[in-house]
């Protein structure tokens, strides 16, 4: 070993460290720090008046097993599947057809299916109330043609719609994604052996572009499961989801070790959605 290595190596951790650094101490302070402050309160008790009391108890896991919060939690991953398989039927068709378009057409759908993150949440989910209030354009539309008014507003309908059109684009870019970088020779090769297109699809296309449809169906169905905004303005507060009652334990009960609990069950429902998509992304990539 030369002088000039121990240099050059210590040269190259600085780098890494300089470049890494922002990125892990961002983590650090806006993700583990809260999540480890959340993870803490799980074991303590509500306090007379709210807040914390530091002292060791096992009841918050407990009440988890109530009916009423199993409930809530069964009402909600039944809205976030809905919206999650809805999302996978519109989501798909479409980024096989952007990913089909010429280049130039390409660059123009994608912006397209973007160009809603660029106005603001809010104000997007109250155009959504506008449409399906009982006086509102779609409303005005089924008068017209004898089939209304109809109740659209405050409804489980409306709040799965408002999360698929929130987090649709979520579901087509990572499914763009995949379809597009398969390889056009793999379709080419299963037409010349006389496969019809819908074997094609269900055969190659599709087991292929499996990565991009977990990945999509995760990114859907965590924030539909976590959302509370649009349960409470699209829902009218009738129908409570996991976010509303997090929402509600922290700001409203003042019940942060339950709150905590229960956001913690969210994040753990996550890790294990991520843990499944990674496992049955590599299962696929080897059947591949």
């Known amino acids: 070993m030369t002088a000039r290595q121990p240099v050059r190596v210590l040269g190259k951790a600085s780098g890494r460290l300089a470049t890494m650094g922002p990125g892990f101490g961002f983590l650090t302070v806006f993700l583990l720090v809260p999540l480890a402050l959340v993870l803490s309160y799980t074991v303590f008790r509500r306090g007379r008046f709210g807040g914390v009391v530091h002292e060791p108890t096992g009841e918050n896991f407990a009440r988890l097993a ?10 909600s991953v039944k809205l976030a599947a809905i919206t999650t ?27 397209a299916v973007v160009l809603p993150f660029w106005t603001n949440f809010l104000i ?3 155009a959504w109330i506008v449409l399906l209030n009982s006086e509102g354009p779609v409303n005005s ?56 297109p819908a074997r094609t699809f ?18 859907v169905f965590v924030p539909s499961l976590g ?7 699209l ?15 922290f700001l409203k009960a003042r019940d942060w070790p339950f709150g905590s609990v229960l956001a913690l069950a969210v994040v753990a429902v996550l890790v294990l959605l991520l843990f499944a998509q990674a496992w049955a992304a590599r299962r696929a990539g080897r059947g591949a």
């Open 66 to 75: 109530d009916p009423l919060y199993l409930e809530v939690v069964a009402g």
């Open 85 to 111: 398989l809805l999302a996978l039927l519109l989501g798909y068709p479409t980024a096989y057809l952007i990913a089909r378009l010429p280049a130039r057409w390409k660059v123009i759908a994608l912006v």
């Open 124 to 126: 997007r989910t109250y």
């Open 141 to 196: 539309g089924l008068k017209a043609l004898g089939l209304g008014p109809v109740e659209l507003l405050y409804t489980d309908g409306a709040i799965v719609a408002g999360l698929l059109y929130a987090y649709l684009p979520l579901m087509i870019l990572p499914l763009y994604s995949a379809v597009e970088r398969l390889d056009p020779e793999l379709r080419e090769a299963s037409a010349n052996l006389g496969a019809r």
């Open 202 to 219: 269900w055969s190659v296309t599709l087991p292929l572009s499996l990565p991009g449809v977990l990945t999509g169906c995760v990114f």
């Open 227 to 233: 959302n509370f905004v649009i349960p409470e303005l």
């Open 235 to 249: 829902g009218g507060g009738r129908r409570i989801m996991v976010g509303n009652l997090i929402r509600d334990q």
